[in-house]
């Protein structure tokens, strides 16, 4: 019997961590929970960055210079679109053109917009783009209702105002200072499937993703974090803060913002609770006995996914505790 | 001052005439009141076709082979839909490649969505998008409401579907025969715009479109045809029917699979009511007197837009009456 891994995942370091994981265990041990804060509405279309980020670096078809979006691509919709935001009237934001959709990707927006529209669950409809890439392993949005991530801006005339994830990430290229970050739902609930997932695997691992706007999103579920907390001994987590830094995206400025440490020690204050393990990177050695102190058992290896042979070895060693 | 021109318009015949029209008045005195029947919505997108045909003919952008859509147009996007349809569920109609939307053209749909769902009109939206194209002459939609334009099937084992216009024009390539073509709306109004230019038009022109499923919708909305009627001696037609067949479309089976005649007779006798004079080409010159009969001034001339000459001589000719 394969031991089964559940994974709770934001976008590019959670892809790499699943690309290294399927490299040593069968894909259908593979359940990854994904993050649908950061999920937006453009053009009418139905985003989901996190997912699409996912699949597409699952089926080896990711831009492996840009980390999102497919190889190859061309941008002749969005060229286009250049036309119109001139004429749009004061106080409309159609024709956004900050956030870039390519023509081969869009196709991937119009179908899953279309398959909702139609009634279908994210759930099913991310299973069946899966499935139209050739992914074996199990997919799951963290729920299949609205949640939004929004961000609360700190900088001087904009203090205050509150935007979108993608707005704040994309629009404003993740450089403001944030003062809150504070998700908007009906009661949206983790399915059942990711729920028995993360019941039943034999691991629970939090990838290295923002645990702000990434893993909190998922944690803001109600159970979610009750559930983890009752497996703790199962859960473990890889740090994605790295030498005080993110290897991509804002994580290191929001912990700071939003009052946390940008180190693992940080990251494991965030994740004692509901993990017994948090592995860092060995420029972090120095910092084990921190986390200990916090509260988490801690492991050292190479963290930075910079070849699939890493991302394997770590996957390793997430299974191995 | 110059004489003012009102013109009914379908798709590509309307946009031929268009384009002859502000070859020799000015655009300030056009205004286009344009077919939405065959209006759809797919990928979570709001499609007008016969807006957008007009709009990028006048533009100088329509690909001038096909004669819908751009010209140097790239369709990666519908290429990589392709792969979609393999999973789609048995009843879902998610990802129809059926319907070729361009690269570029997808921008037009972006816009327009989006505007849409600000509440904006499909009438401002319109004007915009004209705008943006860099037109003069006023394009507007003959409604701000649903409408939609409901085709009958007659055939075998399909007799009596009934399917979207776009679903017979170019899914079946209107090779079916129909049985039947009705509206469905909700008391949809002609716009206040469009109502105005009816009115106070020094000519009224019912462009060479289909008179069943692109002149008839205008028709249907609630007291068009009696606004045309009480000025019937200032509306003047140009049939789309010459030597007895349509030079684009399916107007000429579908007169006669409704009953009527596919001749310049049989469109005198569905706009006689409405248009004192109809404009025929001279390989139906052996017919004026039969349109005639009908009860119908007669005009011949050339009505094979071939050229922007030609396009010309017809509008003047028609603004002649």
Redo the contacts between chains.
């Keep these: 019997m394969t031991p089964t891994v559940a994974v709770l995942a934001g976008g590019v370091g959670a892809a790499r961590y699943l690309r290294g994981l399927l490299g040593i265990v069968p894909a259908r041990a593979v359940t990854a929970i994904v993050n649908t804060g950061d999920d937006t509405e453009?053009?009418?279309?139905?985003i989901s960055p996190d997912l699409d980020t996912i699949i597409y670096t699952l089926a080896g078809a990711i831009d492996p210079e840009r980390g999102w979006g497919l190889a190859r691509e061309?941008w002749?919709?969005?060229?286009?679109?250049q036309?119109?935001t001139?004429?749009?009237?004061a106080g409309?934001?159609?024709?956004p053109t900050w956030f870039n959709l390519g023509?081969?990707?869009?196709?991937?927006?119009?179908?899953r917009?279309?398959?909702l529209?139609?009634g279908?669950t994210l759930t099913?409809v991310t299973a069946?783009?899966a499935?139209?890439?050739g992914l074996e392993p199990t997919l799951l949005p963290m729920t299949d209702q609205r949640f939004r991530t929004v961000v609360e801006l700190a900088v001087g005339d904009e203090a205050g105002r509150r935007v979108s994830f993608q707005d704040y990430f994309v629009r404003l290229r993740h450089g403001v200072p944030v003062s809150d970050v504070t998700f908007e739902h009906d009661g949206a609930r983790l399915t059942d499937a990711a729920e028995a997932a993360l019941v039943g695997a034999d691991t629970v691992v939090i990838a290295p993703s923002n645990p702000l706007v990434s893993i909190a999103p998922i944690r803001a579920l109600a159970g979610v974090d009750e559930l983890l907390a009752a497996r703790r001994e199962r859960v473990v987590a890889v740090s994605p803060i790295v030498g005080g830094t993110a290897l991509k995206g804002p994580a290191d400025r929001m912990l700071v913002e939003l009052g946390h440490e940008a180190s693992v020690v940080g990251v494991a204050r965030l994740y004692r609770s509901i993990a017994s393990t948090l592995v860092i990177d060995r420029v972090d050695a120095h910092l084990a006995d921190e986390v200990r102190s916090a509260g988490m058992r801690c492991v050292v290896t190479d963290t930075v996914m910079s070849s699939p042979e890493v991302a394997q070895a770590l996957a390793a060693t997430t299974l191995d505790i």
């Design positions: 453009l053009h009418g279309l139905s061309t002749r919709a969005m060229e286009a679109l036309r119109y001139s004429v749009r009237p409309s934001t159609a024709a023509d081969q990707d869009l196709a991937t927006h119009f179908y917009t279309a398959r529209a139609e279908a099913d069946e783009i499935r139209a890439w």
